[in-house]
T-cell receptor
Framework: EADIYQTPRYLVIGTGKKITLECSQT?????MYWYQQDPGMELHLIHY???????EKGDLSSESTVSRIRTEHFPLTLESARPSHTSQYLC??????????????FGPGTRLTVT | KQEVTQIPAALSVPEGENLVLNCSFT??????LQWFRQDPGKGLTSLLL?????REQTSGRLNASLDKSSGRSTLYIAASQPGDSATYLC????????????FGQGTRLTINP
């Protein structure tokens, strides 16, 4: 079983608050990813990182930002939460080498509700 | 642009039946395809990863096949059990460049005791 953790698991906050969703992995993976998933819908990549100090925007535009200061840590921040940000946020990581087949391992997710 | 479609969106079958979940993709230039399971409100668990050069992969009661030229993959579940109830997602990874996955919407499977 993969060792990738997300906190909090559930979060209900008011509009305008700043929040940070935490993601950590203990596998030493270089590549990390954030996906957004609305209920009953497919996952969409919103951010990814190839390694420390590397961050890229994903396929779906997002008002969130990410940082990668340490290999094991990839936090996602919303400066001013809005009801449209209500969704499930999933973090993933992969070894990022062809020998690993780039298989991604997922965390349990954070379900965010903005009121 | 790669698009992934899963049919049906939902499936309900009695316990013990064998069943097939379908996944189709529009661009055959894939590196590999991954099947996941997602329980309600939870993250994704990887079930099988099948390389573009492979035709099938097996793990226990699960068998995934890949026909890259026709843009299709199937996940076969043998002797289904109530514990198999979950949403099953397929995702494809592009051949070149970033290791990003493109997901289908999933098939919500219910196994009735």
């Amino acid at each position: 079983e993969a060792d990738i953790y997300q906190t909090p698991r559930y979060l209900v906050i008011g509009t305008g608050k700043k929040i940070t969703l935490e993601c950590s992995q203990t596998m030493g993976h270089d590549k990390m990813y954030w996906y957004q998933q609305d209920p009953g819908m497919e996952l969409h990549l919103i951010h990814y990182s190839y390694g420390v100090n590397s961050t890229e925007k994903g396929d779906l535009s997002s008002e969130s930002t990410v940082s990668r200061i340490r290999t094991e840590h990839f936090p996602l921040t919303l400066e001013s939460a809005r009801p449209s940000h209500t969704s499930q946020y999933l973090c993933a990581s992969s070894a990022g080498t062809s020998g690993s087949l780039y298989e991604q391992y997922f965390g349990p997710g954070t379900r965010l509700t903005v009121t | 642009k790669q698009e992934v479609t899963q049919i049906p969106a939902a499936l309900s079958v009695p316990e013990g039946e064998n069943l097939v979940l379908n996944c189709s993709f529009t661009d055959s230039a894939i590196y590999n395809l991954q099947w996941f399971r997602q329980d309600p409100g939870k993250g994704l668990t990887s079930l099988l990863l099948i390389q573009s050069s492979q035709r099938e992969q097996t793990s226990g009661r699960l068998n995934a096949s890949l026909d890259k030229s026709s843009g299709r993959s199937t996940l076969y579940i043998a002797a289904s059990q109530p514990g198999d109830s979950a949403t099953y997602l397929c995702a494809v990874r592009r051949r070149q460049g970033a290791q990003k996955l493109v997901f289908g919407q999933g098939t919500r499977l219910t196994i009735n005791p």
